[in-house]
């Protein structure tokens, strides 16, 4: 179980998950993973789509400077 905190990047590493290789910024660590969102732009705006992802499906890859 990895140390996750709000804010860190990880990337989905499970091949045979269906966002798989998304970048994800950790909102919420989890005692099973994390509750995160990717930004996606919609018309004027950047809005979250959150996600929920077990700790072996993903790898930490860094930290986010800009959170929503």
């Known amino acids: 179980m990895e140390n ?3 804010g860190d990047i990880v990337q989905i ?4 998950h269906h966002w798989y290789p998304c970048l994800v910024i950790v909102s919420e660590p989890k005692s099973w ?4 969102y990717v930004p996606i732009p919609i ?3 950047v809005a979250p789509a959150y996600i929920r992802l077990e700790d072996k499906e993903i ?3 860094g930290k986010a ?3 929503t």
């Not at 590493?13 to 045979?16: A, G, K, L």
């Not at 993973?33 to 995160?36: F, N, R």
């Open 43 to 45: 018309k004027e705006k």
């Open 65 to 67: 400077v800009i959170t």
């Open 13 to 16: 590493t499970n091949e045979e």
């Open 4 to 6: 996750w905190n709000e």
């Open 33 to 36: 993973g994390i509750q995160g």
């Open 59 to 61: 790898t930490i890859v």
